[in-house]
């Protein structure tokens, strides 16, 4: 079982930074890919960014520019990296990963607590 551990949301006025992490903890071969997503009131659950075990990076267009996403497997931490916030970005942050089993299998670790970001003046 993989645990995943959310943390560095907060309180930001629009303009500001926050980086979020996102530790996995748990029995795993490798990791396949690691995302973000993020869930705001009475709307559906949304991709921000994902990053393949290649490096490769995919953004949704709402946060382009400005959001990075950055994995370190060594750690099993994915980080996301936003700037120039705004209040719309404001919700319920999630991070998810697809890893290989050491059965030759890929799993999704699933959803952790998740952290709160705030955009507001």
């Known amino acids: 079982q993989v645990q995943l551990e959310e943390s560095g949301g907060g309180l930001v006025q629009p303009g500001g930074s926050l980086r979020l992490s996102c530790a996995a903890s748990?029995?795993?071969?490798?990791?396949?890919?690691m995302g973000w997503f993020r869930q705001a009131p009475e709307k559906e659950r949304e991709l921000v960014a994902t990053i393949l075990s290649g490096g490769r990076t995919v953004y949704a267009d709402s946060v382009k520019g400005r959001f990075t996403i950055l994995g370190d497997n060594a750690k099993n931490t994915v980080y996301l990296q936003m700037n120039s916030l705004k209040p719309e970005d404001t919700a319920v942050y999630y991070c998810?990963?697809?890893?290989?089993?050491?059965?030759?299998?890929?799993?999704?670790?699933?959803w952790g607590q998740g952290t709160q970001v705030t955009v507001s003046s």
């Open positions: 998810n990963i697809y890893y290989y089993t050491y059965g030759g299998g890929l799993e999704s670790s699933g």
């Open positions: 748990g029995r795993m071969l490798s990791i396949s890919r």
